[in-house]
């Protein structure tokens, strides 16, 4: 909605991946909630969930290559997608539709996680002088790290609590759902932000008419 709302806003390649983004989440939500609940088909739910962390995953590293600078992290990036495909074929011949593959979404998250890191580090060696809170990618990426990182030890937590009582699993429930909001919230907002213009380089503008060479400074009184 927000999206929808802000459409004008939305005038790079960078953000028209993020809008696509947005609406695959919706369009995949919509999906999950009517195969689990309205048809309760579990097999089809799963399928979903599966071809969902495929989409996720080529839309959120299309994102992360125009947002990062450095030539070698670019290329890694891609290098990893077909891996990333693979990894996910295999799992789905391995266990089908009999449950979600956790080890390939920790895969993505951890993936995900490290090239965020890279793109903030680089904001802070190359752009210090500009304000990392008016751009919309950078809330951007910070609610998509609030997401893979919660979700990745809310993943871990779940693999390694098999015994655990209900109790506990209500309580990681709830860890998961508050993440998810704050992500939510995140990317909704972010779009209240003042994206910077391809044609700022990073360079501090100065009036190009400008002489220094006319500028004297002043004699000193004595």
Not at 99 to 116: A, D, H, K, M, Q
Request: charged share 10%; proline share 3%; aromatic share 20%.
């Amino acid at each position: 909605i927000f999206c929808i709302f802000f459409l004008k806003k939305i005038n790079t390649k960078t953000l028209k991946v993020f809008f696509i983004y947005a609406i695959s989440q919706a369009i995949f939500s919509f999906l999950c909630y009517f195969f689990i609940s309205v048809i309760k088909s579990y097999d089809n739910y799963i399928f979903t969930l599966r071809l969902h962390l495929i989409v996720e995953y080529l839309l959120v590293s299309i994102f992360l290559y125009h947002v990062i600078q450095s030539r070698y992290a670019k290329i890694t990036l891609v290098f990893f997608a077909p891996i990333f495909l693979i990894i996910n074929i295999y799992d789905y011949l391995k266990f089908g539709n009999l449950s979600f593959g956790n080890i390939p979404t920790l895969i993505e998250f951890l993936i995900f996680i490290v090239f965020i890191i890279i793109y903030l580090f680089e904001w802070m060696q190359n752009n210090s002088y500009v304000p990392i809170y008016n751009t919309m990618t950078f809330w951007i990426c910070v609610g998509l790290f609030v997401y893979f990182t919660g979700n990745f030890f809310y993943i871990l937590l779940v693999e390694n609590s098999t015994n655990a009582s209900l109790e506990l699993k209500n309580q990681l429930k709830i860890i998961y759902c508050i993440v998810t909001i704050i992500k939510n919230l995140l990317l909704s907002f972010s779009l209240l932000a003042n994206e910077r213009s391809n044609n700022d380089n990073g360079n501090i503008p100065f009036p190009q008419d400008l002489d220094l060479d006319a500028i004297t400074p002043n004699n000193k009184i004595t």
